[in-house]
């Protein structure tokens, strides 16, 4: 049965209403008072001091849809079905209060009598050594035994770090052979797109001492998430995330501005949905108070808004446009997150003063990319040629690496990150005489707009080269 992205959102809210759960709104982008994460990736990510009884929560049952980041999945992006940096996650959480028995009948319930999905796309995933999932979901739910595939750690056991952790059940959706990866050991648990994980429900009930120890706890949790995009992918029948009625919308905006189609080109479409993908990263990024710069979450936007750029190029855009794409991106969302209205100015300026400074970098750098490239023997590129790409014209690494890669070359990344540090000593030599540290690596157009609010250093530098 079709049914609309808004929708799906509000039935699973109503739905966990409907069982005692407190709905609140989603919670920023920016982790509050949480070094170890850069941005929140998750549901239960902004509420991990309910679950570890550092805060009382408002209720022992929440339901939220949280804005998702999970700069991990760029490389996924454009290339599986399933994978954007930013997605809505559903979830439904118990601390302390219901358990295994409820979360997963609800969840259950949810998929076949509210979505009616067929119960024989259905599979469930338990932990290897979960026998007491498996006695629930056959006996209870009434999950057929052939159904159900014991994984192992990797996959269904939820551990980081001492603390709360415990084993989890994963649903899948069955899309038929035409999505699979054809091998024989095709499955549930195979990476390619026939079967979809779309629901991770976690059944938190051990306290690790991180030294192999797992005493259950005496009041344990639940905590699920549901990619809202993936279960609109496949409630509405569509080949990928981007085809969503939602998300059609904004790939469509793309396609008017390219002058192109979607589905004509398959390389073309990996670039529309990565644009389509990486707007709406920046677009909710900068609404929470995210400003592009040169480390932790705003070099994530600024690599995130460049990348989208870059893929303009090759569709043939030769013009900034990635304020349409944005407004795009505000008009199919704003319904649920109202702060995209209130911010939408702002969205737009901090996107056209990066654009515009972006294409003065890419085409210079692009020009003398290409000579090297044409001069070459040899497929790696040097640290040296790097080096100077990124310092005479701020053409970013990866973007080197990236077209590089596209034609069949390599960068002598080592030789390029030495040269990159006696700069950086340098330049710091040279800053502190000048006293002007605090505004380093902003773009002139940008001085004057707040900074972002900093949290924490070493963790979103970390993060921030995954990109
Ligand atoms: P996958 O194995 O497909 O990468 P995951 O196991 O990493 O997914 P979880 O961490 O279990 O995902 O997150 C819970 C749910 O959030 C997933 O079942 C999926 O529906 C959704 N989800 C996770 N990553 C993404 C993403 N990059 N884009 C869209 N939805 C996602
Ligand atoms: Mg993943
Ligand atoms: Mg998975
Ligand atoms: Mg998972």
């Given at each position: 049965?079709?049914?609309?992205?808004?929708?799906?959102?509000?039935?699973?809210?109503?739905?966990?209403?409907?069982?005692?759960?407190?709905?609140?709104?989603?919670?920023?982008?920016?982790?509050?008072?949480?070094?170890?994460?850069?941005?929140?990736?998750?549901?239960?990510?902004?509420?991990?001091?309910?679950?570890?009884?550092?805060?009382?929560?408002?209720?022992?049952?929440?339901?939220?849809?949280?804005?998702?980041?999970?700069?991990?999945?760029?490389?996924?992006?454009?290339?599986?079905?399933?994978?954007?940096?930013?997605?809505?996650?559903?979830?439904?959480?118990?601390?302390?209060?219901?358990?295994?028995?409820?979360?997963?009948?609800?969840?259950?319930?949810?998929?076949?009598?509210?979505?009616?999905?067929?119960?024989?796309?259905?599979w469930?995933?338990?932990?290897?050594?979960?026998?007491?999932?498996?006695?629930?979901?056959?006996?209870?739910?009434?999950?057929?035994?052939d159904h159900?595939v014991r994984l192992?750690?990797?996959?269904?056991?939820?551990?980081?770090?001492?603390?709360?952790?415990?084993?989890?059940?994963?649903?899948y959706?069955d899309r038929g052979p035409e999505h699979g990866c054809g091998k024989p050991t095709c499955g549930v648990g195979c990476d390619c797109d026939r079967y979809?994980?779309?629901?991770?429900?976690?059944?938190?009930?051990?306290?690790?001492?991180?030294?192999?120890?797992?005493?259950?706890?005496?009041?344990?949790?639940?905590?699920?998430?549901?990619?809202?995009?993936?279960?609109?992918?496949?409630?509405?029948?569509?080949?990928?995330?981007?085809?969503?009625?939602?998300?059609?919308?904004?790939?469509?905006?793309?396609?008017?501005?390219?002058?192109?189609?979607?589905?004509?080109?398959?390389?073309?479409?990996?670039?529309?949905?990565?644009?389509?993908?990486?707007?709406?990263?920046?677009?909710?990024?900068?609404?929470?108070?995210?400003?592009?710069?040169?480390?932790?979450?705003?070099?994530?936007?600024?690599?995130?808004?460049?990348?989208?750029?870059?893929?303009?190029?090759?569709?043939?855009?030769?013009?900034?446009?990635?304020?349409?794409?944005?407004?795009?991106?505000?008009?199919?969302?704003?319904?649920?997150?109202?702060?995209?209205?209130?911010?939408?100015?702002?969205?737009?300026?901090?996107?056209?003063?990066?654009?515009?400074?972006?294409?003065?970098?890419?085409?210079?750098?692009?020009?003398?990319?290409?000579?090297?490239?044409?001069?070459?023997?040899?497929?790696?590129?040097?640290?040296?040629?790097?080096?100077?790409?990124?310092?005479?014209?701020?053409?970013?690494?990866?973007?080197?690496?990236?077209?590089?890669?596209?034609?069949?070359?390599?960068?002598?990344?080592?030789?390029?990150?030495?040269?990159?540090?006696?700069?950086?000593?340098?330049?710091?030599?040279?800053?502190?005489?000048?006293?002007?540290?605090?505004?380093?690596?902003?773009?002139?157009?940008?001085?004057?707009?707040?900074?972002?609010?900093?949290?924490?250093?070493?963790?979103?530098?970390?993060?921030?080269?995954?990109?």
């Open positions: 049965q079709w049914m609309g992205l808004n929708e799906i959102r509000e039935k699973y809210l109503e739905f966990f209403e409907g069982k005692g759960h407190l709905r609140l709104p989603s919670f920023p982008l920016i982790p509050k008072d949480d070094n170890s994460l850069l941005l929140i990736n998750s549901g239960m990510a902004p509420m991990k001091k309910y679950f570890t009884g550092e805060v009382t929560p408002p209720r022992k049952r929440v339901t939220t849809c949280q804005k998702c980041i999970r700069t991990g999945d760029i490389e996924n992006v454009g290339i599986t079905d399933r994978h954007g940096t930013f997605f809505e996650m559903l979830g439904n959480f118990s601390f302390g209060d219901y358990f295994k028995h409820e979360a997963t009948a609800w969840a259950w319930e949810f998929c076949t009598k509210v979505m009616e999905m067929p119960v024989d796309k259905l469930v995933t338990i932990y290897q050594d979960d026998d007491e999932a498996f006695e629930v979901w056959t006996k209870e739910v009434g999950v057929a035994a159900i192992g750690k990797e996959d269904n056991f939820w551990e980081h770090g001492p603390g709360p952790c415990g084993p989890c059940s994963e649903i959706f979809v994980e779309f629901w991770n429900v976690v059944f938190s009930q051990f306290n690790s001492d991180g030294h192999g120890n797992y005493p259950p706890m005496e009041h344990p949790n639940i905590d699920t998430g549901m990619g809202l995009e993936r279960l609109a992918c496949v409630m509405q029948n569509v080949d990928n995330l981007f085809l969503v009625d939602t998300m059609q919308n904004i790939i469509k905006k793309v396609c008017t501005i390219a002058g192109t189609e979607y589905g004509k080109d398959k390389k073309k479409d990996i670039s529309i949905r990565v644009i389509t993908d990486h707007v709406r990263s920046v677009t909710f990024m900068i609404a929470d108070g995210i400003m592009p710069s040169n480390n932790g979450r705003g070099y994530v936007l600024r690599r995130l808004l460049r990348r989208a750029a870059r893929h303009g190029r090759l569709l043939g855009i030769d013009r900034s446009f990635l304020t349409e794409v944005a407004e795009s991106v505000i008009h199919e969302s704003c319904g649920a997150y109202p702060e995209l209205t209130e911010k939408k100015e702002m969205i737009q300026k901090v996107i056209s003063v990066e654009e515009e400074s972006f294409a003065k970098t890419i085409d210079q750098g692009t020009a003398m990319l290409n000579e090297i490239m044409e001069h070459h023997e040899g497929t790696v590129i040097s640290g040296e040629d790097a080096f100077k790409l990124s310092d005479t014209y701020g053409f970013p690494i990866d973007l080197t690496k990236e077209i590089a890669a596209e034609n069949g070359m390599t960068v002598d990344e080592e030789t390029y990150h030495q040269r990159m540090q006696e700069q950086r000593q340098t330049a710091r030599a040279a800053r502190k005489n000048a006293g002007a540290e605090s505004w380093a690596g902003e773009s002139d157009l940008l001085k004057g707009v707040p900074e972002t609010e900093f949290l924490g250093y070493r963790e979103q530098t970390a993060q921030a080269k995954v990109l």
